[in-house]
């Protein structure tokens, strides 16, 4: 019995600490994506390093309060209202090369 709750347990810790990286990956596949892929109204595409050097210069910090507070043709939260800074944070890492 001892053995199978361990093993539930660690089954579990599994699923918890990949579940952030498939949110970000599942947030931005469904909110960002269609524009940072396409660079609609200028979004820096996820390819383009020399597009991506000053924004990460400013830091992972800069940019999320940017995305938050919106930009230019982006709107707020990149359109996802729902998203919490975690999930925002997540899905920029997916998206910045
Ligand atoms: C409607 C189109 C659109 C959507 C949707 C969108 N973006 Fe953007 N994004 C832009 C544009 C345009 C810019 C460039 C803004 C500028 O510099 O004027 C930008 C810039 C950024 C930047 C750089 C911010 C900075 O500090 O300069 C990040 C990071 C980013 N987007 C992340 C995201 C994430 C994460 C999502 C999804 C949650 C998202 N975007 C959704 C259009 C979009």
Do not use: F
Not at 22 to 43: E, S
Not at 72 to 85: H, I, L, R, V, W
Request: charged residues 20%.
């Amino acid at each position: 019995m001892k053995k199978i709750t361990g093993l539930v347990a660690s089954a579990l810790l599994v699923a918890a600490s990949m579940s952030v990286q498939a949110d970000g990956q599942a947030i931005y596949d469904k909110h960002c994506k269609g524009c940072h892929v396409a660079g609609v109204g200028n979004a820096p595409k996820p390819d383009d390093a020399a597009a991506w050097e000053a924004r990460k210069a400013k830091g992972m910090d800069a940019m999320l309060q940017t995305v938050t507070a919106g930009k230019g043709a982006m709107p707020p939260k990149g359109t996802c209202m729902s998203c919490d800074a975690d999930t925002l944070k997540a899905a920029i890492e997916v998206l910045v090369p």
